[in-house]
């Protein structure tokens, strides 16, 4: 069985590549980038941009399935960026599926796509769609969803979606850089109290869900819905950051900002890079504000249930193998 990963040479992409061959698939993966390493394994590999109809179509082609991983992330960034991506992107892997007649569609989701600007403590998926969105990827990635959800169980296609919070572990290229990054230059505040709790999810935890999904389809269980996922223990996050830089050797955040003023900076500082079109992002943005300084951890019932899943890492154990990695 051919199976293709859009983003597989992404950090949650390899993971789900990494299961999918343990399992003895054929897996294809359509990324923007060479993967010599992938390709060692037998992976082939579609060079080609998601936003690109050409390319998705060429990739999907001659395959049974499809985990569409592949997506823009961040805070910050022209809206039509993350349109392209995140939504046309998502089209293309729709039309290339119902067009060669594949199965089973993963679509990697996120809990953002129910971001309102509030707190959610132990929510499920009986949440609407969000509002106020505050920056494009939680919106672009909630009518993605919308979309790939209204397609299951037409044409013969069966979807469902997967909504990781905070992904992280060994070989992570955003989180755990940033925050050791950051810190070392003494511009990490704990924002807020710092006694929010928030959703994280290891790495291969994620993978894991991704390949429950996949069987899960095949029964018909998850069709056409979505599912939180989590390490199904939510952290008090200041509390989990501290520990993870003190044992990384880094200097822990001691500094404070109140909620309402990193928002009010992430609003005052937002104008500013648009006004003068300045380069990389914002020190704060209100989307950032509000996701660490409130609850977000959601009840992920409904995937234990319906894809059996549970986590495989431990938070502690995960900790573990990040720090010794990070120190080797």
Known sequence: MKVLVTGGGGFLGRHVVERLLARGLEVRVLGRS????????????????????????????????????????????????????????????????????????????????VFTGEAFSGADESLPYGKNWLCPYPETKAQAEREVLAASGHDGLLTCALRPHLIWGVGDPHIVPRLVDRARRGRLRIVGDGTNRVDITHVKNAALAHELAFDALEKGTAAGRAYFLSQGEPVVLWDWINNLLSRLGEPVVKRRISARTAYRAGRALEWIYEKFRLPGEPAMTRFVAVELSKDHWYDISAARRDLGYASEVSTEAGLDELVEDWMS
Request: net charge neutral; glycine share 10%; with cysteine.
């Open 34 to 113: 060479a993967q010599p390493e992938l390709e060692k394994r037998g992976v082939e590999i579609v060079r080609g941009d998601i936003a690109d109809a050409t390319a998705v179509d060429r990739a999907v082609a001659g395959t049974e399935a499809v985990f569409h991983v592949a997506a823009k992330a961040g805070v910050w960034g022209p809206r039509e960026e993350y349109f392209s991506a995140n939504v046309l992107g998502t089209r293309h892997v729709l039309a290339a599926c119902v067009r060669h007649g594949v199965g089973r569609l993963v679509y990697t989701s996120t809990p953002s796509v």
